[in-house]
Nanobody
Framework: QVQLVESGGGSVQAGGSLRLSCAASRSTYLIPCMGWFRQAPGKEREGVATIDRDGSTTYADSVKGRFIASRDNAKNTLYLQMNSLKPEDTAMYYC???????????????WGQGTQVTVSS
């Protein structure tokens, strides 16, 4: 079991930046795969980024080159640095964790409560 708490959301103008944080209740070194997801009103939840225990990352095409996922195992925290934000990035952002490597498709059983990001034009 792991509890996840996101923070860092807010309102920003297009072109701006935000950094989301996700604090885990246990050592993130022991969590093989962590990820960021988002859901906009009326849309399905989509994957944004994943980061494996070794630091390897994957990104959705829509955020490549703009978003950076990282983890600080000393602080048990996952981060999402979001740059060059666009109005279409507006969504509730969630972090998630699972006990298997990110390399294979699998469900995430552990989720945070989400943090809202709003980007105005």
């Amino acid at each position: 079991q792991v509890q996840l708490v996101e923070s860092g959301g807010g309102s920003v103008q297009a072109g701006g930046s935000l950094r989301l944080s996700c604090a885990a209740s246990r050592s993130t070194y022991l969590i093989p795969c962590m990820g960021w997801f988002r859901q906009a009103p009326g849309k399905e939840r989509e994957g944004v980024a994943t980061i494996d225990r070794d630091g390897s990352t994957t990104y959705a095409d829509s955020v490549k080159g703009r978003f950076i996922a990282s983890r600080d195992n000393a602080k048990n925290t996952l981060y999402l640095q979001m740059n060059s934000l666009k109005p279409e990035d507006t969504a509730m952002y969630y972090c998630a964790a699972r006990g298997s490597t990110c390399r294979y498709q699998s469900n995430f059983p552990y989720w945070g409560q989400g943090t809202q990001v709003t980007v105005s034009s």
